[in-house]
């Protein structure tokens, strides 16, 4: 009873406990921890700010898995003690209902689960079968590599809708007027010269507001 209560207080400060037995009586036990890294909080924070909402699926102890989310904070779920399948079976469940799910993991156990995901996402530092599961595959083997990909997503997204914007405002004014549209009032026809500008300042303009993506800070 000693020994479980001990097994017990160290599953509830997050670390994984493995009992020993001698002679088919317990001899003693070994705690095994993963330490939480210092941007994991941040970085949940972060997501959740975006309004995503963070599940942690692990097959650990339930009182290991608790304690983990306790001290990173933000986690609305912690299913734990499952195995790979049950893992893909959630994701598959969430996806069922209509709900767009990203998948960070780094461990052969993960890999259903990631292949299954809306967009899997592998840690760089993580089993070969892990990142062949994936949908992207971060190089940096933390939390704040996913809140970097996520910006560097947004700001893409907002740059392909501005470029869309520009390409559509030069077309659209440019276009008619080669087409004669001012003709019929003003007498105006659009110079094969100053059409052929427009093209380029359309196409220059698009460029140059991608190559902006480069300046990110992630």
């Not at 994991?40 to 995503?52: K, M, T, V």
Request: overall charge positive; glycine content about 12%.
């Amino acid at each position: 009873t000693s020994l479980g209560a001990a097994a017990a207080a160290l599953r509830q400060e997050g670390a994984g406990v493995i009992l020993v037995a001698l002679d088919g009586r317990f001899a003693g036990l070994i705690a095994v921890a993963d330490p939480v890294r210092a941007t994991a909080a941040e970085a949940i924070a972060y997501l959740r700010g975006r309004g995503l909402r963070i599940a942690m699926l692990t097959g650990d102890n339930a009182l290991t898995a608790e304690a983990v989310a306790r001290k990173v904070g933000g986690i609305a779920g912690v299913p734990a003690g499952l195995r790979p399948e049950d893992k893909a079976r959630e994701v598959e469940r969430l996806v069922t209902q209509g709900h767009k799910v990203a998948m960070a993991g780094d461990g052969i156990n993960d890999a259903p689960a990631l292949a299954r995901a809306s967009v899997g996402i592998a840690m760089g530092t993580g089993t070969d079968v892990a990142i062949e599961s994936a949908s992207i595959t971060l190089a940096r083997g933390n939390l704040s590599a996913i809140v970097s990909a996520h910006r560097l997503a947004e700001a893409t997204m907002r740059n392909i809708r501005q470029n869309l914007f520009f390409s559509f405002l030069f077309n659209g004014i440019g276009v008619p007027i080669a087409a004669g549209a001012l003709y019929p009032f003003t007498g105006t026809l659009l110079s094969p010269m100053f059409a052929g500008a427009a093209m380029t300042l359309s196409s220059l303009t698009v460029v140059l507001n991608a190559l902006r993506l480069g300046f990110i800070t992630l």
